[in-house]
């Protein structure tokens, strides 16, 4: 197998194509944990979040209408996973398995009504996907403009990822985001309001998951159909454990992820003449995330991560 630079760029640009959603679905689940909520919820609302964008991106014919329907799509089951595990103290994972059955269910089902009773959207067009960037400031076919082939998602994940750092660290609202997700109590007795910082970091999450979402029809894939997550939202989960929760180290995470995604694609391409089934190649990413969370050691969450808050409690 002989790679060119040209394969090597286009392994580089898809490489953050792909971890892009991963990125932006990484830091709402960092946003959701840190404050001392477990939001497992990811892979549904990533999935909730791709269908509104694709039905919106192709009704209206404007991706940027499509993102902030799959924006609000994440709001929604972002807040209705706060209501069930802040408000009425259920089980945190219970209420994100619910929220992993009640989004795609809700998807397939919105689906179904608008499209006919299919199970798939209509395409969207090229003039609704998102625009690219930089590649054009390049020599065309060259090894720069083949790297810097990447849609605006990309540039706007790394930024996410700086931003949600900066907003942790540097802000007195990250302090208390990590102070409630440490200790609430303490918190609390210092007049910080322990629901509404989750809240806003719970919903928050929910936005980001389905952002997270709603790239991928408007990029990768260009429409919305059932399987279209298969198992992004986890491994999103897995890469901000494997970055213990950082927001530097789980777009390192994402970036190894995206980078066998992109690989098994770039193998599995008949030039290269591998004898190898194009189904076994389609699984070393989640190969990789077994191994990785098998080999990762102890990644400690915040203290209070998945315990309810009673502040009538002893």
Known sequence: MNLSAFDVGLLISSTMTYAAPLIIAGMGSIMSETSGVVNIGIEGQMTIGAFACAAVSVLTGSPWIGLAAGAAAGAFFGALHGLASITFKADQTISG????????????YFCKAIFDGSTQTKPVSLES??????SALFPKDSFFSYMFKNYISVYFCLLLALGIWFLLVKTKLGLRIRAVGEH??????????VFKVRYFCVILSGVLASLGGAVIPLSTVSYFFPAIISGQGFIAIAAVIFGKFKPGNTVLACMLFGFCKSLSLTLGNPKFGLSVSVHLLSVIPYIITLLVLLFIGRSHAPAASGKIYDPAGA
């Open 97 to 108: 398995i619910a929220v992993n059955l009640l989004a795609p269910g809700g998807a397939i």
């Open 129 to 134: 996907k998102l625009p690219m960037a930089f």
């Open 184 to 193: 609430p109590r303490a918190a609390a007795t210092l007049g910080v309001s």
